[in-house]
């Protein structure tokens, strides 16, 4: 089944905005047993819109288009689509009734550009949008599908789940299923991963597993692709093989699935009654950001102190400087201070880049738990934005297996050694 991508829009094709649908799309289309064939970015305007949607129609099965359906006069994906499918647009009256609905609902009126919206080509499918104002729509535009869909994420996301999936998996006509199984880590490349997987695809379990690698900064995810027939037990199938990723990876695995690192934390102060401080530096509070975002999170998590230097941190000490002891003296003031039990400090020291070498920057972690208390010394060489990533990410996979009584010192592929 060849399925094409399409994403419209000025700002993607410019590069102001980073298309992280784009990759959204593709990776759950993956999930499901299904790949996209071509990916194509278009800006908003008619000819170019028009000739797209007539290549993508004259060779896919399916086409998801992304983006164009707002109310303003760049906003052209319902035109053009029903240009190039010969037919008039018309209005959508149900779907007219629930903008007006979701403009009273806030107290507002309903501008009259967003008629436009509930404006539909004839004959087209209806698709819902439960949370904004753009329907999405299904149409045939020569020998393919067409799938129109919001640029807003969190509604293309709730679309592809809900919607579009099925309809897919009906145009394939056939009851297959896939598995994927991801594995988050920390700490070594794609390139040692890969080594320290030399075989796993290999191992007997009745039917191909597929063994892929995605790196992004700071973390690397590895996944282990089954597939199978609907009613098949993939999870018995494919378990010899996780079992073995997981021996493999060992300490480095962050976290496995949809869990992420920071709800790995949470979940393990939660579990164990604990309450959490953080003080960082370099990270622009990413530490703290990440961890708030964490649901659960209320009531472990007590308090952040962020600051650009170690001089910042001067009020959790009167001799706060960019040393172990300083970093355990920060970890413990903070916790009598707000009366937590954990603490979590990262000290930073950034360097220039000189002739011989690129910039890097100097850590000092700190770890403190009723249970135990760790430091780790660290450089990490890169940009800037680079190693305020990768600090953050250190900072909290430090906490990590302190919590859960793994090595806090275990050398990573990212530092300089």
């Known amino acids: 089944m060849k399925i094409e991508l399409l994403c419209t ?10 298309n992280t649908n784009y990759s959204y799309l593709a990776r759950k289309l993956q999930d499901h047993g299904f790949n996209a ?3 194509t970015t278009v800006g908003d305007d008619r000819e170019d819109l028009l000739d797209a949607f007539q290549r993508a129609g004259s060779r896919a099965d399916a086409v998801i288009v992304n983006g164009g359906l707002g109310p303003t006069v760049d906003d052209l994906s319902q035109e053009v689509a029903a240009q190039a499918a010969g037919v008039e647009l018309e209005l959508h009256r149900g779907w007219y009734g629930r903008i007006e609905a979701w403009y009273q609902s806030r107290g507002r009126k309903m501008p009259e550009n967003n008629t436009k919206q509930a404006m539909l080509p004839q004959g087209a499918e209806f698709i819902d949008n439960p949370i904004g104002t753009a329907c999405g729509f299904a149409m045939d535009i020569g020998g393919a599908r067409f799938f129109f869909t919001p640029g807003v994420p969190r509604e293309l996301f709730r679309m592809m789940e809900e919607q579009l999936i099925p309809r897919l998996q009906e145009i394939r006509g056939t009851d297959q299923v896939t598995l994927v199984k991801r594995f988050h880590t920390f700490g070594i490349g794609e390139s040692r991963a890969d080594r320290m997987l030399d075989g796993v695809e290999d191992i007997d379990v009745g039917r191909p597993v597929k063994l892929g690698f995605q790196s992004h900064f700071p973390q690397l995810e590895t996944k282990l692709t089954v597939h199978g027939r609907s009613g098949d037990d993939l999870a018995g199938i494919i378990a010899p093989v996780e079992q073995e990723v997981r021996k493999r990876l060992g300490n480095f695995i962050l976290s496995e699935d949809d869990e992420s690192l920071e709800d790995v934390v949470i979940s393990s102060l939660v579990d164990n009654h604990l ?7 370099h990270t622009s509070g990413a530490i703290s950001a990440r961890l708030s975002g964490s649901q659960g999170y209320q009531g472990a998590f007590v308090k952040s102190v962020v600051a650009p230097s170690v001089a910042g941190l001067s009020s ?4 706060v400087e960019f040393s172990e002891e300083s970093a355990l003296g920060v ?3 903070l916790c009598d201070e707000h009366g937590a039990n954990t603490a979590l400090v ?3 020291a950034l360097q220039d880049r000189t002739d011989e070498t690129e910039p890097y920057a100097d850590l ?3 770890v403190q738990s009723p249970a135990r208390s760790e430091v780790r010394v ?7 934005n680079w190693t305020r990533s990768g600090a953050a990410e250190l900072g909290l996979d430090c906490l990590r297996r302190l919590l859960t009584g793994l090595p806090v010192a275990e050398k990573i592929d990212f530092e300089q050694h």
Do not use: H, Y
């Not at 309450?275 to 530096?281: A, Q």
């Open 9 to 18: 829009g000025d700002e993607i094709l410019s590069g102001k905005t980073v």
């Open 37 to 39: 064939t071509w990916g």
């Open 275 to 281: 309450t959490l401080v953080v003080g960082e530096m």
């Open 316 to 319: 959790l000490g009167p001799d």
């Open 331 to 333: 970890a413990q003031n």
């Open 346 to 348: 990262v000290l930073s």
């Open 364 to 366: 000092v972690i700190a």
């Open 378 to 384: 660290s450089r990490l060489p890169g940009s800037e």
